[in-house]
């Protein structure tokens, strides 16, 4: 599966220039609003010090990371869900991604003229919760009739329609849909509807250099990942040898792209499990909690369908011991079947019937 996350923000928050140096890719980080109209597209390798370490004991011809698609969406302002500053394009730009991750101006900077004028990160949230809010609202409204003409002729869809008009009430009060205390069954019910408050959200401050290893406070009651899209940048443009020692000059632990990774996949509940054949090592994403033949599937649908058995060996244990017959001959790989869940890290070589 592939982790697709759509980038927001007001115009000049920075959300360009820090797509530019997420994604290596060139877009216009030009300094005024909609300069972004289409999304851009970038696709980068996942962070993950663990792939190199197990291809180096596997040496394959080749090496193949999980990737995360990240998805530059053009700036929203107020009144994006009635068409303001070509916002339902915008808005139906975010309805095609796993997550949203709003960028929120905190740097200070003169050159870099703000939407509204001032730097205010509580007012730039507020903007665009409230845009998605009342675009959720217009689509649970429009949806609501028809339902409920339905559930006159079908009792089964009552619960749908008591669910539809909870999430129109929480909406109608200017809260995310996602608010909404809900169970599996009940998200399922409502997932036809492309609610964009549904969506998983992280929020990034596009901080100042000097504030860039500083925790920054809470947005709208969700954890914050400080991030410098102007430190960013300079890591791009630097070889991979330099970058560490410049994130330690820095005060830096990480880059913002593994912060941001490694955040995404705690928000979705994902994690990665590792293939080693003679010609690649490859890194593959599956929720946490996936049984061996789910994570079968990830590769092919003929490995879940055909599944016979999968090898496992924990990480830790391919590392330290050297290899899978290395692991074998210490009783460290397991034969285990459709049912077991595969952990976070696990080196797997399935077995299937064609």
């Given at each position: 599966m592939g982790l697709s996350i759509g980038i927001v923000g007001l115009p000049n928050v920075g959300k360009s220039t820090l797509f530019t140096a997420l994604t290596g890719t060139a877009v216009d980080a030009s300094n005024y609003p909609f300069c972004t109209v289409d999304p851009n597209v970038g696709v980068v390798p996942v962070p993950d010090d663990r792939l190199e370490?197990?291809?180096?004991?596997?040496r394959p011809?080749?090496?193949?990371?999980?990737?995360?698609?990240?998805v530059d969406i053009a700036g929203l302002v107020a009144g994006a869900s009635e068409g303001e500053g070509l916002g339902n394009r915008f808005l139906s730009h975010i309805r095609e991604t796993d997550a949203v991750c709003e960028v929120v101006r905190f740097f200070e900077d003169p050159d870099v003229a703000h939407v509204t004028g001032a730097v205010d990160p509580v007012a730039d949230v507020e903007t665009i919760r409230a845009e998605l809010v009342l675009a959720d609202l217009g689509t649970v409204e429009r949806v609501l009739p028809k339902l409920e003409k339905e559930a006159r002729?079908?009792?089964?869809?009552?619960?749908?329609?008591?669910?539809?008009?909870?999430?129109?009430?929480?909406?109608?009060?200017?809260?995310?849909?996602?608010?909404?205390?809900?169970?599996?069954?009940?998200?399922?019910?409502?997932?036809?509807?492309h609610l964009l408050t549904m969506k998983p959200l992280l929020f990034v401050?596009?901080?100042?250099?000097?504030h860039a290893g500083s925790e920054p406070p809470a947005i709208d009651g969700e954890p914050t990942i400080p991030i410098c899209a102007k430190i960013e940048a300079e890591l791009a443009e630097l070889e991979p040898g330099e970058r560490a020692e410049y994130l330690v000059s820095m005060g830096l632990t990480e880059s913002g792209l593994d912060s941001l990774v490694r955040a995404a996949y705690e928000l979705l509940g994902l994690q990665s499990y590792f293939t080693t054949l003679s010609d690649e090592v490859r890194a593959w994403t599956i929720p946490k909690g996936a049984t061996a033949r789910e994570a079968a599937g990830v590769i092919h649908t003929d490995f879940e369908e055909g599944f016979i058995k999968a090898e496992v060996v924990h990480y830790d244990d391919y590392v330290v011991?050297?290899?899978?017959?290395?692991?074998?001959?210490?009783?460290?790989?397991?034969?285990?079947?459709k049912e077991h869940v595969i952990e976070d890290g696990d080196v797997v070589r399935f077995h299937f019937r064609t």
């Open positions: 370490r197990v291809a180096a004991i596997a011809a080749k090496v193949t990371p999980a990737v995360v698609e990240f002729a079908d009792k089964g869809l009552a619960p749908k329609l008591e669910l539809v008009e909870r999430v129109r009430d929480r909406l109608a009060a200017g809260d995310r849909a996602m608010r909404l205390r809900m169970t599996p069954d009940e998200r399922a019910l409502v997932a036809d509807l401050a596009n901080v100042d250099e000097e011991l050297g290899g899978d017959h290395e692991a074998r001959a210490a009783g460290k790989l397991r034969v285990e079947g």
